[in-house]
T-cell receptor, first 115, second 111 residues
Framework: DPKIIQKPKYLVAVTGSEKILICEQY?????MYWYRQSAKKPLEFMFS???????DNQTASSRFQPQSSKKNHLDLQITALKPDDSATYFC??????????????FGEGSRLIVV | QQQVRQSSQSLTVWEGETAILNCSYE??????FPWYQQFPGEGPALLIA?????DKKEDGRFTIFFNKREKNLSLHIKDSQPGDSATYFC??????????FGSGTKLTVEP
């Protein structure tokens, strides 16, 4: 059974619309992340959260907003979608920094296509 | 700025050969270097990792050779199998912080 669940698996959106990508992890981890993978920039770091608090944000655009409603949830809201946002978005989790190191466990990804 | 570089986008070897995947990095503060394996349609999964205090890490058929002075490392896959065909990502982090990934090397093992 997948321990990190991402929904939806595939998504087609219209330019200018808004979408939310869902991520839940059942590994008991306290750190969660979002990465983006596209042909131009494979596995690009976006956000990291630890104990539901934002630790690092390397996404230039404010159109991307992570939301953590529960300890094991980290959703990603994307507004004013652009075709350049087309990518596979991976959620990942790990134990907090400084414990077992940075072994990231990835979900299967949400593939977003913006038309 | 690409902090972690993988020199080859793709590599093809025959079954039974040793595949060598290379990686280099910019930031001297990086101290943790994992390699991730990704199959199509799946998320990346940790394969093997090394810390900068070591120069070699072995796990079965997989070995990392690390050169801190030259800021490079390589992943050796001995006795390559068709099932090893995947994309391999080199990654690095400093002080247990954000993991930065290279652009990946797509390995094909021909039977």
């Amino acid at each position: 059974d997948p321990k990190i669940i991402q929904k939806p698996k595939y998504l087609v959106a219209v330019t200018g619309s808004e979408k939310i990508l869902i991520c839940e992890q059942y590994l008991g981890h306290n750190a969660m992340y979002w990465y983006r993978q596209s042909a131009k920039k494979p596995l690009e770091f976006m956000f990291s959260y630890s104990y539901q608090k934002l630790m690092d944000n390397q996404t230039a655009s404010s159109r991307f907003q992570p939301q953590s409603s529960k300890k094991n949830h980290l959703d990603l809201q994307i507004t004013a979608l652009k075709p350049d946002d087309s990518a596979t978005y991976f959620c990942a989790s790990s134990q907090p920094s400084g414990t077992t190191g940075n072994t990231l466990y990835f979900g299967e990804g949400s593939r977003l296509i913006v038309v | 700025q690409q902090q972690v570089r993988q020199s080859s986008q793709s590599l093809t070897v025959w079954e039974g050969e040793t595949a060598i995947l290379n990686c280099s990095y910019e930031n001297s503060a990086f101290d943790y270097f994992p390699w991730y394996q990704q199959f199509p349609g799946e998320g990346p999964a940790l394969l093997i990792a090394i810390r900068s205090v070591s120069d070699k890490k072995e796990d079965g058929r997989f070995t990392i050779f690390f050169n801190k002075r030259e800021k490079n490392l390589s992943l050796h896959i001995k006795d390559s199998q068709p099932g090893d065909s995947a994309t391999y990502f080199c990654a690095a982090s400093a002080n247990y912080n954000v993991l930065y990934f290279g652009s990946g090397t797509k390995l094909t093992v021909e039977p």
